[in-house]
């Protein structure tokens, strides 16, 4: 049974998806306002703070447009947490059996980490045909995406992992590539500094990338 569903028209929002690290929760509502004002709405706030929960609140709350969902997902006791904040969708470095397991009975829709062949070959039997790549560049980048595109023709990936706007672009040019996941719309001292119209700026520029390579 395949677990595309949501997952697939989520992804299809943007050709890049922001990864958020929060470390302030009074950061949460205005950065995402600015993404969303760049154009950009879905968003993925990473389980790296203390403060990641409490920021997929408030960002659910006071910015409903936006699409929120939970990064750096590792166990399945972080999955229901994710499903009680419900959580537009979670995202996970890896795939380990008892993650998917996990998944397969949750509300939340899975984004499941793969690095190898096998590990695709692994979720695909698991009925996703959406998955993250990571870390992209360190494991081969767009190389690795493009060999596995002939004997893997339904996996569908979001790489993330060193990618920045150049990079992306090569990455988009892939059939087998829907998005890309980066923290590079969200740098930390535009946080620190309260920056919303840089990151503004740096969300708008990234809804061309899908026009100059059109799946």
Known sequence: ???????ATILSQAPVIPVIQIEDVANAVPLARALLAGGVRVLE??????????????????????????GTV????????VANLEAAFAVSPGATP??????????????????????????LERGYTHMKL????????????????????????????????????????LP?????GGSWLTPRDAIRQSDWNRITELARTTLSLREQNPQ
């Open 1 to 7: 049974m395949s677990k595309a569903g949501p997952l």
């Open 45 to 70: 706030v990473t389980l790296r703070t203390e403060a990641a929960f409490e920021a997929i609140r408030r960002i659910q709350a006071e910015v409903p447009e936006a699409i929120v969902g939970a």
């Open 74 to 81: 590792l166990t399945p006791d972080q999955l229901d947490a």
């Open 98 to 123: 008892a993650l998917l397991d996990a998944a397969a009975g949750s509300p939340v829709p899975l984004l499941p980490g793969t690095t190898t062949a096998s590990d695709v070959m692994a979720v």
């Open 134 to 173: 990571f870390p992209a560049e360190a494991v081969g980048g767009a190389a690795l995406l493009s060999s596995l595109a002939a004997p893997l023709p339904t996996a569908r990936f979001c790489p993330t992992g060193g990618i920045d706007q150049e990079k992306a672009k090569r990455y988009l040019a």
């Open 176 to 180: 087998n590539v829907v998005c890309v």
